[in-house]
């Protein structure tokens, strides 16, 4: 296994993902306040989300020239969205945003894992 992802695009990928994430996370729409409502998260604590999203990002762009740190991001994007499918389920909030954005998420950062550094 390298660390530096090969091909590159998928990191890239899903830090632009991420970005667009935490972007429309500043001013929430209805299925992202209804998301976090659902889990129970305090409103206070919703704009740590938007910093973790970002970090994220910028770990994944910076792990296509560092060697391992887009590896580290990308495990942690893994651990997040397992994380908030957890607390779905915690929640009994199972709706189609769990189905959609929770699990999706989390599959596509898998992908990302697997493509990027894995399959090779």
Request: glycine share 6%; net charge positive; hydrophobic share 65%.
């Amino acid at each position: 296994m390298l660390l530096v992802p090969e091909p590159w695009w998928p990191s890239a990928f899903l830090a632009l993902v991420l970005f667009v994430d935490a972007v429309a996370s500043v001013r929430p729409p209805r299925f992202i306040r209804d998301c976090l409502a659902g889990v129970r998260l305090p409103r206070e604590w919703w704009w740590t989300l938007v910093v973790v999203k970002l970090l994220a990002a910028a770990g994944l762009m910076a792990g296509l020239a560092i060697p391992g740190v887009g590896l580290a991001a990308n495990i942690g994007v893994v651990a997040y969205f397992l994380s908030a499918a957890a607390a779905h389920i915690r929640a009994r909030f199972l709706k189609q945003e769990f189905w959609l954005n929770c699990l999706g998420m989390l599959a596509l950062s898998v992908a990302v894992l697997i493509m990027s550094y894995a399959a090779r």
